[in-house]
């Protein structure tokens, strides 16, 4: 379900250029550098690591292989899809499962990593979201380049604090070619850095991440989830799935709450199908939401007490509104990524934790859950 046809198209136009500082380009919504959101005041910095960043660089080329799962595997339950003109539902189910146990994510990646604190990952996914909007990427984009920085942080050791900007632009270079159409040039992502890195260094970086993740791009993000099971609970008989048929505006308002779930480490304690369903249970019945999402209301009670405080930060800040963009289809501007004064609610969440008022989830995820 996404939007990879294109990302061809334009190719030619990334192509390495000569290392200098990218120019100011006026057409574009200033955004603020990174560098600048490095608010070091809020967060003790571990020094004395044992070891220098190490990033992985020796890797083989492969297959995106998947791990296809029988249907009477104990983690797959009956496809809740309609039937589908273009291929089984029972088939497409357990491969859209079957990436979920294949594409691995953990927020004990941040124990590899000495130098770098629970805030500094929030305080890039933001930025991140903030240049997704300025270039009008889709919803997707950004879950992908946030699947790709929390996997690859999962294979490297002791990187340093000063190169999560440059690994974070660079995974969302590498997801708009992915998912985009016409994905933002080479030179417009080093101009965000605000001339931090060159156009080099970001190729050197995306070959780096490339080959520790295996060439394996194509996860089912937390947001594909949640449009999928939307898009099931709203479709009427005998209609298609592809075709959209959910309320744009209620649909805005369930990734508004994503948004704030993923910029928080904890979210990773999470399968992206869990964290999909149990944001939806926030907005329709749940016998609705087991309905489409296979899952039982006791395998996503922990998620969904977990999301509590976040939903009651979210409800002092207002809904969220639809916009318009130029150059985007009044049909499509729902799947545009936006912006919003994200670190401040997630802020509101983090005092109801420490307070005590909401129990966090654990810290691994080795459990199994039950279907």
């Not at 998620?303 to 979210?314: D, F, K, Q, R």
Request: charged fraction near 20%.
């Amino acid at each position: 379900m996404s939007r990879r046809s294109g990302r061809l198209q334009k190719r030619s136009e990334n192509a390495p250029r000569q290392k200098s500082k990218v120019t100011k380009q006026s057409n574009r919504k200033k955004i603020q550098p990174l560098s600048k959101l490095q608010c070091e005041k809020n967060y003790t910095v571990l020094e004395c690591v044992a070891e220098p960043c190490v990033l992985i660089k020796a890797a083989v080329r492969g297959v995106d292989c998947e791990a296809v799962l029988t249907a009477t595997h104990t983690l797959v339950q009956p496809s809740p899809l309609p039937p589908l003109g273009w291929g089984t539902p029972e088939d497409v189910w357990v491969k859209m499962v079957g990436r979920e146990q294949n594409y691995t994510h953990s927020k004990s990646f941040m124990q590899k990593h000495p130098a770098i604190q629970p805030r500094m990952r929030s305080i890039l996914l933001d930025w991140l979201i903030e240049v997704s909007e300025a270039y009008t990427l889709h919803r997707q984009t950004f879950y992908l380049a946030q699947d790709y920085f929390d996997r690859f942080m999962l294979t490297q050791d002791n990187i340093e604090k000063n190169m999560l900007q440059l690994i974070g632009i660079t995974c969302l270079f590498i997801a708009s070619k992915m998912e985009e159409a016409c994905p933002p040039k080479l030179s417009q992502m080093a101009y965000v850095t605000a001339g931090t890195y060159y156009e080099e260094e970001i190729l050197q970086m995306e070959l780096i991440i490339l080959k520790a993740l295996k060439w394996s791009l194509c996860p089912e993000t937390a947001v594909s989830w949640l449009k999928l099971y939307f898009q099931v609970a709203s479709m009427s008989t005998n209609s298609d799935l592809l075709e959209s048929q959910f309320p744009q505006e209620a649909y805005v308002q369930m990734t508004q709450l994503l948004d704030l779930c993923i910029i928080n480490i904890n979210s990773l304690v999470f399968e992206y199908r869990v964290l999909a369903a149990s944001v939806l249970s926030h907005f329709i019945h749940q016998e609705t939401v087991e309905k489409v999402s296979g899952l039982c209301t006791h395998s996503l009670q922990q998620c969904v007490s977990w999301m509590a405080p976040t939903v009651e930060a979210l409800s002092f800040f207002g809904r969220a509104a639809l916009r318009d963009f130029v150059s985007i289809k009044k049909e499509d501007r729902h799947n545009i990524q936006t912006h919003l004064d994200y670190m401040s609610m997630l802020e509101g969440v983090n005092q109801k934790e420490v307070s005590g008022q909401f129990l966090t989830p654990p810290s691994s995820t080795e459990k199994s859950v039950s279907h």
